[in-house]
């Protein structure tokens, strides 16, 4: 089973969302939380705190997990973590994997294509 880490960065009630680019392979075109896949023997915060820094060009200091996932995803089998964000630093700058940010609520969130395990924490945290 892959494990992958994702970061929920909250500015009041929004989170930020980054739009998968056309071009990539899982989930193109889908809404995500920043974070991505832990490689092999690397410490999950470490794994988290590196995937954002690519992605984002943001620096974090990650808090508790909040929420677990695990589903398929393109053949694989994958689990994810989700972090609370506790500390941000730095000037958002995306990566080639995604074309597009925005701030969101969990309301914002439930209209727009989201990547499946972002689709279940939404549906979880509509339900409360």
């Not at 989930?27 to 954002?52: A, C, M, N, T, Y």
């Amino acid at each position: 089973m892959t494990i992958a880490q994702k970061a929920l960065i909250k500015n009041g009630e929004k989170y930020l969302m980054l739009l998968r680019s056309a071009d990539q392979p899982v989930g193109p075109l889908q809404w995500d939380f920043p974070g991505g896949r832990q490689e092999k023997d690397e410490d999950l915060i470490l794994s988290l705190k590196r995937e954002v820094k690519e992605e984002t060009n943001l620096d974090i200091e990650p808090g508790k997990i909040v929420f677990e996932c695990e589903i398929n995803v393109a053949g694989h089998d994958m689990k994810f973590f989700m972090y609370d964000i506790e500390k941000v630093t730095g000037d958002l700058r995306l990566s080639h994997e995604h074309s597009d940010f925005r701030w969101m609520t969990i309301g914002e969130m439930r209209k727009e294509k989201l990547f499946p395990c972002v689709q279940k924490f939404v549906t979880i945290r509509s339900i409360r």
